[in-house]
């Protein structure tokens, strides 16, 4: 998981409601300076790195992000790692659940107060800090509240009476040793349909499965993960963005004013474009804006169109249909790479797929039918093989037009 060079990150100290003491938390800001804020429960291996990322990771999305210190009544300023579980296990076994969420309530107090702090908070937790996630929507004024593959929740279900429909989500891992069948099992049939609740099971994912550099790690799961969670967090929190509007911008950029530096700062710190058919785009500041600059914006022939066909707007993404449309009267480094121009005019329909992180696009997934390109500029001869021209185009503006066309035996099957 990368952290944004843009996030303000900084310690504070927080005061224990029952005036026992002094603990401290991590703060990560996001750029803009100001947002609704998120209180993150640690793992059992305390305030350390991994959770020190995650904040400034959801600073990047938007929100002022603050990581107390929890073990702090047995030990302050733990940071251990997988190598050290027996220590961190000790600590957990010694932990006061009790005070803890106390604790995570003087976080939402002491976060409210801020400067930064604008509009309502949330609760986010993970392993121990998922099921202080859970209790926190039973006991606490947070707003919402994601837990992640939280331990022992199934010990505290009859506390859930007091959720009363605030947004609870459930992040729960199939091959979870720590939740094993039996508390999966009695967690969803307690908490299934209820008001507001959002169970999801993993299948295959194992405890810390969104952990990056865990040895349990699962990349899919974890993305999924993530994608219900903001959507959860911008629900009931924000902040809300107009999406659309900066997709737009960051076309333009590329496509009518092909200005490199401008496209790039519609982008977060680090982001990244992978264009699936033909593996092409750039990971990181340095390599994206290379590709861009070298071999995307000034490299797409001077007629190229994109016609919009559709548009779905999430919470954290957008998904654009469109026709992509141009005469390769020049070598397209990122669509025909080493394919010197044919002259010939191509139609394809495209799909890109838009992640952003904020109000920055975070990364880009673009979908084409390559077999269809190289039919139309005469480099595949498409007689005897399932694959079409510029009539997949037209097709998609026309769904009139014959279906099946390419299947030998549909005659056969009126």
């Known amino acids: 998981m990368s952290t944004t060079s843009e996030a303000q990150a900084s310690r504070l100290t927080l005061r224990a409601a029952d005036g026992s003491g002094e603990f401290g938390a991590y703060l990560a800001l996001p750029a803009a300076g100001k947002g609704p804020g998120i209180v993150i429960a640690q793992e059992i291996f305390g305030v350390n790195k ?16 603050l990581v107390p210190d929890l073990f702090w009544r047995q030990e302050a300023g733990i940071e251990l790692d997988e190598s050290q579980f027996d220590r961190a296990l000790a600590l957990y076994q010694g932990f006061d659940e009790a005070k803890g ?15 930064a702090f604008a509009g309502q908070a949330g609760v986010l937790g993970f392993c121990l800090g998922g099921k202080l996630a859970y209790l926190s929507a039973c006991r606490t004024d947070c707003e919402v509240a994601v837990a992640y593959y939280g331990v022992g929740i199934e010990q ?18 199939e091959q979870d ?6 508390a999966r099992d009695a967690i969803l ?27 349990h790690f699962h990349k899919p799961s974890a993305l999924m993960a993530h994608q219900r969670s903001i959507a959860a967090f911008r629900k009931v929190l924000g ?47 340095r390599l994206l804006s290379r590709f861009y600059r070298h071999h995307f ?33 020049c070598e397209i480094d990122w669509l025909l790479p080493g394919v010197p121009p044919t002259g010939q005019r191509v139609e394809i329909p495209l799909v890109a797929i838009v992640k952003f992180r904020g109000d920055k696009l975070y990364h880009e997934h673009i979908y084409w039918d390559q077999a269809s390109v190289l039919v ?29 066309t390419l299947m030998a035996n549909w005659a056969h099957s009126a």
């Not at 959720?163 to 989500?169: A, E, I, M, R, W």
């Not at 911008?249 to 519609?266: G, I, P, Q, W």
């Open 50 to 65: 991994t959770m020190r990322e995650l904040a400034d990771y959801y600073a990047e999305e938007g929100y002022v992000a």
């Open 189 to 215: 049939q307690a908490l299934q349909g209820r008001a507001g609740v959002e169970l999801y099971v993993y299948p295959g994912a194992d405890h810390a499965f969104a952990r990056a550099g865990s040895e």
């Open 101 to 115: 969420v106390e604790d995570i309530q003087a976080a939402l107090d002491a976060l409210r107060t801020l400067p």
């Open 376 to 404: 139309q500029i005469g480099k595949l001869d498409p007689t005897g093989l399932p694959v079409a021209g510029v009539e997949t185009a037209r097709k998609l503006l026309d769904e009139q037009l014959p279906s099946n």
């Open 239 to 285: 902040p809300h963005y107009d999406f659309s509007a900066l997709w737009d911008k960051h076309c333009e950029h590329e496509f009518a004013t092909r200005d490199v530096e401008a496209t790039m700062a519609t982008m977060v710190a680090e982001p990244y474009v992978n264009h699936i058919p033909t593996m092409t785009g750039g990971v990181g500041h």
């Open 297 to 329: 914006v000034d490299a797409n022939p001077p007629d190229t169109t994109l016609i919009p066909i559709s548009r779905t707007v999430g919470t954290s993404q957008i998904v654009d249909e469109m026709l992509f449309c141009f005469t390769h009267s």
């Open 156 to 173: 505290a279900l009859d506390e859930a009476k007091a959720l009363t429909g605030k947004p609870l989500v459930l992040h729960i891992a």
């Open 177 to 182: 040793g720590f939740c094993p069948p039996a």
